[in-house]
């Protein structure tokens, strides 16, 4: 869906975009997307390195300055939400996109063997994370003309697969979370989709498929489209949907 999509140059000019995830695989190709149409990045992740050298690329290539905001979100508690979004109220006023992109999957394993300390770091970065954020920066959120919150989602979140434990539990969590936030948030100029990229050369991927030839996979930079799309004022009129990379 959008694949082939031709955005402006200027698509996202003067917007305010959060990523999550943003130091590597899909979240660094869009924060690398949304920067070079117009969009200042806050750049949020654990890895500072990773962070850093998005925020130089961005640079080189001319878009607008990012910020960087290191966090870990498997330790992160709503107060340290709270501070970001007071960061973001500091610094810019407003937000007008937010993608949700860290993910983990630590390994493939039958619930009856699955360690109940990996399902509830899984849970926490996955699913409560994101709830949390995205709470504390609805007020943010509210105060654009046109504002997008965009979660990743995968096909085992809305088909169980064996093995797939936390990770396919976090992603029908997480659609659900997206549809019941998208309802109530109807009649307001936040607009809120999931967006399954299907299968990606990533290195989430790679350390679950460690013998699969990822180079016939698509890169994360050929999603670009379908991002910029659900980003961006085209899908003004796109709200509580499910959106797929048609391959």
Request: proline share 6%; net charge negative; with cysteine.
């Amino acid at each position: 869906m959008h694949n082939d999509y031709q955005p402006s140059a200027d698509l996202l000019r003067d917007r305010k975009v959060l990523v999550t995830g943003a130091g590597d695989g899909i979240g660094r190709a869009m924060s690398l997307a949304f920067a070079a149409h117009g969009a200042t990045v806050v750049l949020l992740g654990k890895t500072v390195p990773k962070l850093e050298a998005v925020y130089d690329a961005i640079e080189q290539s001319g878009g607008p300055t990012p910020a960087i905001y290191p966090m870990h979100l498997e330790g992160a508690s709503p107060h340290d939400f709270d501070a970001l979004a007071d960061t973001l109220q500091e610094n810019f006023d407003r937000l007008d996109g937010l993608l949700h992109n860290a993910a983990i999957l630590p390994y493939l394993s039958r619930i009856k063997d699955y360690d109940a300390t990996d399902w509830l770091k899984v849970i926490q970065v996955n699913l409560n994370a994101p709830f949390v954020l995205t709470q504390a920066c609805l007020p943010l959120l509210e105060r654009s003309a046109d504002a997008r919150v965009l979660f990743t989602t995968d096909a085992t979140g809305q088909h169980g697969k064996a093995f797939w434990g936390a990770y396919s539990a976090s992603k029908f969590a997480i659609e659900g979370l997206a549809q019941t936030l998208a309802d109530e948030l109807e009649k307001t100029a936040v607009r809120v989709n999931v967006i399954d990229p299907g299968p990606t050369r990533t290195a989430l991927r790679r350390r679950v498929f460690p013998g699969e030839d990822d180079q016939a996979l698509k890169s994360p930079d050929a999603l670009a489209p379908l991002y910029l799309w659900a980003m961006g004022p085209d899908s003004r009129d796109c709200h509580g949907t499910r959106l797929c990379w048609d391959d």
